[in-house]
């Protein structure tokens, strides 16, 4: 089974892609051929700044590899390494109707956050459908919020294989639905567009700072809450162990539930979760040579299962002649 996903280098990544997309994808590399990817052309509809994309890839790369994924058993790579994915997406953007992306969420919120509404933000989904297409992938796990770039990319490859005689694998999308969606400091969508994530990798004082921002009601501590109900608790019950949350919720229902308190408590959980992994980073972050080695050797690897497919659609359209 080939299950992919990718994820973009725009800023920190945080605990909601982490347990949205990257835990998922860190497991599956026991389920099947895994295809794990940074996606920095996609990162170029918002970030302008050249320091901040090539940090951010390599950065977005160690996090990756320190939480986990290992790319000796598994294909890792960066999306803009394989230049076939880019003439997929003209192809494909040829006859994905105006109306399929007009309908996408993702475009029309990235744009009321302030985002500057380019064409490359709006065909984001083309190339996200190609990213998946290109390599036949059969599952994509992903959180909450990308499921319908995942409907657009299944609807692209039907109408391809429609028009032009099976050719795409049409994918289906895995989402979690514990973790589906991480809500963020203001308990929205916990998104590095929206400025109110707590990144992995903070530690100390940045640490306890983004924690003690979460937002929560006035309700007095004596008073019983709806534990389901409060951001701190649906951050909480994400690393705390199951006996500590028991009790936490019973504090919830019956009354006792001190935020504040609980608000120490889960930065020392973060804290203790991520720290073997941020060792790792860093160690891998002194060493870039030896990273872009590893992504070097990930993009040949994508390259190579990319080709038979897009020489076989180039045929399919006609642009073999
Ligand atoms: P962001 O919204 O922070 O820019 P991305 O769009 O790069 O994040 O998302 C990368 C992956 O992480 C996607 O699979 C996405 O669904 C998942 N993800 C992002 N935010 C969350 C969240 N708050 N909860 C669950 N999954 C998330
Ligand atoms: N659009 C995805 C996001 O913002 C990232 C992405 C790009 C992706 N290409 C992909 C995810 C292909 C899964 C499969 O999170």
Known sequence: MKILSGIQPSGQLHIGNYFGMMLPMIRNMEKGELYAFIVNLHALTSVHDKEKLSAGTLEAAADFIALGLDPDRCIFWVQGDVPEVTELTWILSTLTSMGLLERCHSYKDKVAKGIAPSHGLFSYPVLMAADILLYQAEIVPVGKDQKQHLEVARDIG????????????????????????????????????????????????????????????????????????????????????????????????????????????????????????????????????????????????????????????RQRVGLKY
Request: charged share 30%.
């Open 158 to 313: 039907m109408r391809f294989n429609h028009i032009f005689g099976e050719t795409f694998v049409i994918p289906e999308p895995a989402i979690e639905e514990s973790v589906a969606t991480v809500p963020g400091l203001d308990g929205q969508k916990m998104s590095k567009s929206y400025d109110n994530t707590i990144p992995i990798f903070l530690e100390g004082k940045k640490l306890k700072k983004k924690v003690m921002a979460i937002q929560t009601d006035s309700t007095p501590v004596e008073e019983p809450k709806d534990p389901d109900a409060c951001n701190l608790y649906n951050m909480f019950k994400l690393f705390a162990p199951a006996e500590r949350l028991t009790e936490v919720r019973k504090l919830y229902v019956e009354g006792g539930a001190a935020y504040g308190y609980i608000k120490q408590e889960l930065v020392k959980l973060i804290d203790e979760y991520f720290k073997e992994a941020r060792a790792k980073r860093a160690e891998l972050l002194q060493d870039k040579e030896s990273l872009k080695k590893i992504l070097a050797n990930g993009a040949l690897k994508a390259r190579e299962k990319a080709a038979p497919t897009l020489d076989l659609v």
